[in-house]
């Protein structure tokens, strides 16, 4: 018995050393835990900004809205307080003229989240006889000197987003003038950041790259961005009337250019306006807002700048297949995919443009969302640039 005992004593502790000595089992989901976290030696890599920001302050960038006597301007505050990320960073000044009382209690109603500032000088211009029915633009262009001086001279903001009460704004409004905006601080050959295209209806932009932007030679206007120094440029000089197409003048652009999106960030809703629906109902109505959010401020947007852009963009342009119209608007050669339709001069510019529902007017010789000659657009779903012979050499401000 005692033998017996000892043998069964010797065993189990043999057993029991032969387990305290035995490495840990594991789960089979502890095996793979190092590999789950980073060891503890795993060196902290410092947070970088987005591919754009070389400026690492978020700017303020107030949004200055322009308002006469549309009572709708609801519509344009509710959308642009809707999709406001920061009342610090884009504080919301609207600017009223004529006097229009019911507007001002509409303005008036949305108290602190708006600023309202009041147009000193409602007073009849004196216009030549032939300008008579003009006086509405000579109103505006009054408004404007004096709402822009005061963002600049009285609150000295850096820059400002500038809007009409009759625009409607996308999702993505704010974060694209907020990427924007270093652009247009480190590229002087930039002048301005524009929400509009004027040749985004529906079916003539591809809504699949909301995050396409362009450098057009066109002013777009219709909510846009300027820096402080442009005021300094413009404001000793500016017009009497008929602002934007002064600007789009070459001694105002002096060849600078604007960025622009493929979707336009803003809609207009004002048919009735001193231009008495002038483009609204053949054009302005169809504009496609854009409708979903792209993340711009996390995108690389150095591609925009001069030299980048041309290396790219005029390699896409004259390296894509020369079609005819007649090609084009049979839906014809398919298998190409994008193409190029080439023009002469301005009148086979007209008729093209004409032809494929495009914009055809010209201001100095540039077309609507053109750079270099050149308009990107969608044509039954395939991408088309109406573009000069490759030997371009330059506007000709005849061509009006």
Not at 198 to 204: F, P, R, S, V
Not at 211 to 237: Q, S
């Amino acid at each position: 018995v005692f033998w017996g005992a000892a043998l069964f004593l010797a065993w189990h502790g043999l057993l029991l050393l032969f387990l305290w000595t035995r490495p840990p089992s594991s789960s089979p989901s502890s095996r793979y835990t190092h590999l789950l976290q980073p060891p503890k030696t795993f060196p902290k890599v410092p947070p970088t900004l987005p591919h754009n920001l070389t400026h690492p302050t978020p700017p303020v960038l107030p949004v200055l809205v322009l308002a006469c006597d549309r009572s709708s301007v609801r519509r344009c505050l509710d959308k642009l307080l809707l999709y406001r990320p920061s009342p610090q960073r884009f504080p919301l000044i609207v600017s009223q003229d004529c006097g229009h009382a019911e507007t001002a209690g509409v303005i008036s109603s949305y108290g602190s989240l708006v600023s309202h500032l009041q147009h000193p000088d409602l007073t009849e211009i004196p216009v030549p006889p032939e300008h008579r029915k003009f006086q509405g633009y000579y109103k505006i262009a009054r408004h404007y000197r004096w709402a822009l001086s005061q963002i600049f001279r009285v609150f000295h903001h850096r820059a400002v987003i500038v809007v009409e009460d009759d625009l409607e704004v996308a999702p993505d409004f704010f974060e694209y003038f907020q990427a924007a905006f270093p652009l247009l601080l480190d590229d002087p050959t930039l002048w301005c950041v524009s929400a509009w295209n004027d040749n985004g209806k529906e079916q003539m932009v591809d809504a699949g790259q909301a995050e396409l932007l362009y450098r057009t030679d066109f002013f777009p206007g219709l909510g846009w961005l300027l820096l402080a120094e442009l005021w300094d440029e413009l404001e000793p000089k500016w017009p009497k009337a008929f602002w934007d197409d002064w600007m789009r003048q070459p001694e105002q652009r002096r060849g600078r250019s604007c960025v622009r999106p493929e979707v336009s960030r803003t809609m207009t809703f004002g048919r009735k306006g001193v231009s008495h629906g002038q483009f609204f109902d053949q054009y302005l109505k169809f504009i496609k807002l854009n409708d979903r959010f792209v993340p711009f401020t996390q995108l690389d947007l150095s591609y925009l700048k001069k030299d980048q852009y041309e290396r790219s963009f005029l390699s896409k342009v004259y390296s894509a297949p020369e079609i005819r119209v007649e090609e084009l608007q049979g839906n014809k050669r398919r298998e190409l995919g994008t193409v190029r339709l080439q023009y002469s001069g301005k009148e086979s510019f007209k008729a093209f443009a004409k032809a494929l529902g495009l914009m055809d007017d010209l201001k100095s010789g540039v077309p609507r969302a053109g750079y270099r000659g050149i308009v990107s657009f969608i044509y039954r779903g395939r991408r088309v640039y109406l573009a000069p012979p490759e030997d371009w050499r330059g506007y000709d401000p005849t061509w009006s």
